[in-house]
């Protein structure tokens, strides 16, 4: 019997051996795949037992923040700033993030890696576990002017401002217009939130939609820096004042279009011939629409390449909607692709990183949103090292350019002189207007675009601007990119 | 005849005495102050967890486990000296761990689940005592385990009504959970069966020890397996059919999966033949497939398993197992401490499911500890099997050990998601009293054999030719 029962002892060793492994398996390697399945009450709940992280801008203001509740999830999400930097900081509610509040959740509600650590010290310590704070490249003084700009001086039209500082590619203003409140969002009470997320959803102006990087536009004669960068870099002998082709009027192969100016009027002095800086500061549609026949739509397609454009995968972190240069099936829509109409479209992050990467010796910096992440205990846990994301033009072609968008700026027959230095308190811009038409039949209002950079002599701030139907982009999108310029200049 | 039968300390320097057996009771007491210790530790872990002090009654809830547990160690001072001197303390602390996540459970809820009524935790304490009660009357009244041998038919018949008992009831009083298991008194219920498992394994033991012979060997050879003959094996399988059919028709799976393997392991000890194990596995792989097709209840219960994650709201029947499974995770390796978890969340987890509760807050770590403790407690139940000579003790004792085992491994096997999940109490653990005090008697029974496993021989006191004056305290 004793054989018997050492055999069944055996049985039991390996019963309570296979309990064992299962428990180490469950507990051990499970953990995360049952703590991530959606109906998990304790991992939902467990969300909100720490403070999370604040959310504060390059110049240390807060502008998103937890604060006791006093209910079950312990803390509330407060955005002191609202809508000014809703594109930015997105929505933490009960059941999911948006923005900044999504793509550093995991450092924001401190169950990231990289905090595990210090976790681990706080739970032996015995000090309140807390989520790390993120530290945002962004400027308040920049984003307010933008904010403020969008708010009062468009009429209530969509559009977007982005500022970035070209050297680091580090984003310094980001706003959206419409807008949204977050702070609608942070209830506790399930009803309540599904009523403001229903009418946020609902509301026609897409107030929940980040325009200045989640919305494109066609670029208009913003598009001519891609066209020069080409015509410069591939006849290196050529200079802004090099003579080139200018017609009043532009005709295009294949088809009995004709291609004019703006209004119609003349390029230069009407001999057909004029300084490629001259044509630029007066943007000539039939100057680009040449130049860009002439180079071919695969060469426009690589620069346009090179200035960040149809790029599925740039994020900031979060992922920005592609702006597109699409190959035209005919030069004559070749023509119209060159001077930023066709199927050309760019976000306002675009138009800044257009005039970023020619402030900056032609080279484009990767943007960023995020400066760094800093723990509970203010000890650094990441930053942001600036990287480079293309070389999109030489040194000597992107002097050439800078050239052109300072006599657009302060040139008397460049189209945003209204806004030279001796207007503008001794600040000297260098820019580009686009006034893009849009829809098939050209219908509804011209959508204003600017970018633009200074001081053109120590450039430190880009922006771009695009105003949904705003008009002529010297009148509409100028005056606010003005505006940041200042702010953030300080003058 | 006083003179005589007092122990002699008196040195015969010719005859050196045989070096005695310590009783070991010294190194029991040691082992039962740490089990008070970890107890106390963790009543007062829960009370600092959820409110930051001591927690009220402490002190009483304390005094009256510590008793209860002192006088079934005094008892065994007494009634058992040479008893393995591990079995108390480890069941002590199983049993204080229990006590403790009732107080635990009690102390708090949430919306969805209530906590359980304050006064459970001297409820949870009340059955110790009946518990301790029972163990010590079975060391009183039964001094050597041959005895119960003679009642191989009574306890047989008792276990069957007792198993028959709820079902015969109308559902009213016997009906918990969609199971006919208990016998409803007032406020107080009653699981007959944690007693009829007792019952009936005593009786397969005096049957089988009486048979086993022509179990082993009377028989003809059916395809490679020796068949015994019908009328030495009929009488055991009426009971073991009856006994499952009737739990089928109480709907209690779990408990007949542990008499199926109480009975396969005492047929294979009994008789040393593989063949009955291989008979056994198959006989149950096939009824369990029959069942699961036959009754929706079963069915169920593999696809529960075979598929949790499906269909995700608190009213599907998985909601229950997917809530443990959610408790363990969300306890990780060192678990959330006694207190800090969620475990009311998941229904019901002070019974079925309170190892997850353990698992949670305890973490992978409490919950191995757990787990060894009872593999201790069977370790040391196989091996007073193993050493003890009389083949019904020995058949005995390795019957309810194995059948100890099984039950935890059904049980937490079934919350981890190892095996489908059936409804059993967890042996000390589980809130409720029927299986406290089942458990004590189990334990009451592996002391007494393994205190005649242990007990030293008869020593002569005098040596004078064949006739010996021998001593029996």
């Known amino acids: 019997m004793n054989r018997a029962l050492r055999r069944i002892s055996i049985a039991v060793l390996v019963m309570f051996v296979l309990l064992l492994v299962n428990v180490n398996y469950l507990q051990g390697f499970q953990t995360a795949s049952l703590a991530a399945k959606p109906n998990n009450a304790r991992a939902f709940e467990a969300q909100f037992q720490y403070q999370r992280g604040d959310i504060v801008t390059s110049d240390n203001v807060t502008v998103a923040e937890s604060v006791a509740s006093g209910d079950i999830y312990k803390y509330k999400r407060v955005y002191p700033r609202g809508p000014e930097y809703a594109p930015v900081t997105g929505y933490a509610t009960l059941y999911s993030q948006s923005a900044i509040e999504l793509y550093e959740n995991s450092v924001l509600n401190g169950s990231d890696s990289s905090l595990a650590v210090r976790n681990f010290i706080d739970l032996i310590t015995g000090k309140q576990r807390r989520g790390a704070n993120v530290t945002l490249t962004i400027n308040s003084k920049a984003q307010n002017a933008a904010w403020n700009a969008l708010e009062t001086s468009t009429g209530g039209k969509p559009g977007a401002v982005v500022a970035i500082d070209p050297q680091t590619g580090a984003i310094l203003a980001m706003a959206s217009y419409p807008s949204y409140d977050p702070n609608v969002l942070t209830t506790h009470d399930g009803a309540k939130l599904n009523a403001a997320d229903e009418a946020l959803l609902k509301d026609p102006g897409n107030p929940l939609l980040n325009r200045a990087i989640n919305f494109t536009w066609p670029p208009g004669s913003t598009f001519k820096i891609v066209t020069s960068s080409a015509y410069l870099t591939k006849n290196p002998a050529s200079t802004p004042q090099t003579n080139v082709y200018s017609p009043t009027q532009l005709k295009l192969p294949q088809t009995t279009h004709i291609l004019t100016n703006n209004d119609g009027e003349v390029c230069g002095n009407g001999s057909g011939q004029t300084q490629l800086l001259f044509a630029f500061a007066q943007s000539c549609d039939t100057t680009f629409g040449s130049m860009g026949m002439t180079l071919g739509a695969p060469v426009l397609n690589s620069f346009a390449g090179m200035f960040g454009m149809n790029s599925t995968t740039l994020r900031i972190p979060m992922l920005v909607t592609p702006s597109n240069y699409v190959i035209p099936p005919s030069q004559a829509l070749t023509a119209f692709s060159a001077i930023g109409q066709y199927s050309d479209t760019v976000t306002p992050l675009q138009e800044a990183m257009f005039a970023a990467a020619i402030a900056d010796g032609g080279k484009l910096m990767t943007p960023y949103l995020v400066k760094q992440v800093t723990a509970s205990d203010l000890s650094t846990v990441q930053t942001t090292t600036p990287t480079v994301l293309s070389q999109a033009v030489s040194p000597a072609v992107a002097s050439d350019l800078g050239q052109m968008m300072l006599a657009v700026v302060q040139s008397p027959e460049g189209t945003a002189n209204a806004f030279n230095a001796a207007a503008e308190d001794g600040i000297t811009i260098a820019g580009k207007t686009g006034t893009a038409q849009n829809g098939a039949n050209n219908t509804g209002l011209d959508d204003a675009v600017f970018t633009c950079y200074a001081p053109y002599a120590n450039p430190q701030i880009a922006v771009g601007v695009i105003i949904q139907g705003g008009g002529y982009g010297a009148s509409a999108a100028a005056p606010i990119a003005v505006q940041v310029i200042k702010a953030f200049l300080g003058k | 005849m006083s003179s005589i039968t007092a122990p002699t300390p008196a040195v015969d320097p010719d005859h050196p005495p045989v070096p005695v057996r310590r009783g070991r009771r010294g190194t029991e007491l040691t082992m039962l102050a740490f089990a008070f210790a970890l107890v ?411 205190e005649t496993a242990r007990r030293p021989p008869p020593r002569p006191i005098q040596d004078e030719g064949l006739t010996q004056v021998v001593t029996l305290r």
């Open chain 2, 40 to 450: 106390l530790f963790a009543f007062a872990n829960v009370g600092y967890s959820l409110n930051g002090r001591l927690p009220s009654g402490l002190a009483e809830y304390m005094a009256g486990f510590v008793v209860v547990v002192l006088i079934a160690h005094l008892a065994m001072r007494r009634w058992a000296p040479w008893a393995d001197p591990l079995l108390l303390p480890l069941a002590a602390t199983l049993n204080g761990l229990g006590i403790v996540m009732t107080y635990r459970l009690a102390a708090q809820g949430n919306l969805l689940s209530a906590p359980l009524s304050p006064s459970a935790t001297g409820i949870q304490i009340l059955y110790t005592a009946i518990g301790v009660a029972c163990f010590v009357a079975v060391l009183v009244l039964i001094r050597e385990p041959r005895v119960l041998q003679r009642y191989t038919y009574t306890l047989g018949a008792i276990g069957l009504l007792l198993l028959a008992l709820p079902a015969l009831l109308p559902s009213s009083i016997s009906e918990v959970y969609g199971a006919k298991i208990q016998i409803r008194l007032g406020t107080f219920t009653i699981q007959p069966e944690e007693f009829a498992k007792l019952a009936l394994a005593v009786s397969f033991a005096g049957y089988l020890v009486a048979k086993r012979d022509v179990l082993a060997l009377a028989g003809r050879r059916v395809l490679g397996i020796d068949l015994p003959r019908a009328r030495d094996l009929g009488p055991i399988l009426v009971v073991w059919a009856a006994s499952l059919l009737l739990l089928v028709f109480e709907s209690d799976i779990g408990t007949s999966a542990v008499f199926m393997g109480l009975f396969v392991a005492m047929l294979y000890i009994a008789t040393s033949r593989t063949s009955w194990l291989l008979l056994g596995f198959v006989m149950f792989v096939a009824g369990a497939f029959a069942a699961a097709k036959l009754f929706g209840h079963v069915g169920e219960r593999f696809n529960i398993w075979l598929h949790p994650f499906t269909g995700l709201n608190p009213s599907h029947n998985a909601y229950q197992l997917v809530q443990g499974l959610y408790g363990m995770a969300s306890g990780g390796l060192l678990g959330k401490g006694l207190g800090g978890g969620q475990p009311y969340i998941t229904p019901l987890v002070q019974s079925d499911l309170v190892v997850t509760a353990f698992g949670e807050e305890l973490g992978l770590a409490g919950l191995m500890a757990i787990l060894i403790i009872y593999g201790l407690i069977v370790q040391r139940g196989l091996q007073a099997a193993t050493s003890v000579k009389d083949p019904f003790s020995k058949l005995l004792a390795g019957g309810l050990s194995f059948m100890l085992a099984l039950q935890v491994f059904v049980i937490v096997g079934g919350v981890t998601r190892l095996i489908p999940l059936t409804g059993i109490t967890t042996p000390f653990l589980s809130q409720g009293g029927s299986s406290l005090v089942a458990s004590w008697i189990l334990i009451a029974i592996l002391v007494r054999v393994s």
